[in-house]
């Protein structure tokens, strides 16, 4: 059975770092893209980012880039998502998912599998 | 950058109903769309992806289909579990464009 199960729920304060985790199991790591996903309070879906485990290449939605940093350690199966200096505004859900190959006229890659989050809550 | 938009925003339907939820994409994008269910509290759940396959296990009274810019999401038969929020969402690859439509509540 794939699973990805995420750390736990975040207290932090402006301006603190933190690096939040998502380990999968029940498929090979290595070959499926790990995406992350934002949803804030009472909002819809926005896409962070994608990572390839098996050589670390990673993808930003533009509007993420420079904001938080992707990263995996394919030896214990595990991505992450991580902030170098929270803001109030980072407050939300975070969903890590796999990506599975589909074929949408040509390769696709919907989110087959879901973390089931991380709440995240900056707040001084 | 292609946006999506979904109409309607919040839509509420009787149990037996059958519902359709459209997404529509700023630019052609073929048939790489997918659609999700999250359930209140819950993580989403892919229902369908190529805009009109079946993901494996979910019941057959969801549909997809459409093509271009114009796609549509019907669920038939409603049930009182169907209640949640339905997203859209582009697959783009090349560069990588994984937008979600705002969403569509579903109160039953």
């Known amino acids: 059975e794939v699973q990805l199960v995420q750390s736990g729920a975040e207290v932090k304060k402006p301006g603190e770092s933190l690096k939040i985790s998502c380990k999968g199991s029940?498929?090979?790591?290595?070959?499926?893209?790990i995406g992350w996903v934002r949803q804030m309070p009472g909002k819809g879906l926005e896409w962070m980012g994608v990572?390839?485990?098996?050589?670390?290449?990673?993808r930003y939605n533009p509007s993420f880039q420079g904001q938080v940093t992707i990263s995996a350690d394919k030896s214990i199966t595990t991505a992450y998502v991580q902030w170098s200096s929270l803001k109030a505004s980072d407050t939300a859900m975070y969903y890590c998912?796999?990506?599975?190959?589909?074929?949408?006229?040509?390769?696709?890659?919907?989110?087959?599998?879901w973390g089931q989050g991380t709440l995240v809550t900056v707040s001084s | 950058d292609i946006q999506l938009t979904q109409s309607p925003s919040f839509l509420s339907a009787s149990v037996g109903d059958r519902v359709t939820i459209t997404c529509r994409a700023s630019?052609?994008?073929?048939?790489?769309l997918a659609w999700y269910q999250q359930k209140p509290g819950k993580a989403p759940n892919l229902l369908i992806y190529?805009?009109?396959t079946l993901e494996s296990g979910v019941p057959s009274r969801f549909s997809g289909s459409g093509s271009g810019t114009e796609f549509t999401l019907t669920i038939s038969n409603l049930q009182p579990e169907d209640l949640a929020t339905y997203y859209c969402?582009?697959?783009?690859?090349?560069?990588?464009?994984?937008?979600f439509g705002q969403g569509t509540r579903l109160e039953i």
């Open positions: 190529a805009a009109s």
């Open positions: 630019q052609d994008i073929s048939g790489y």
């Open positions: 029940g498929y090979s790591f290595t070959n499926y893209w």
């Open positions: 969402q582009q697959l783009i690859r090349y560069p990588p464009d994984y937008t």
């Open positions: 998912a796999r990506l599975r190959v589909g074929y949408c006229g040509g390769d696709c890659y919907p989110f087959d599998s």
């Open positions: 990572i390839y485990p098996s050589n670390s290449d990673t």
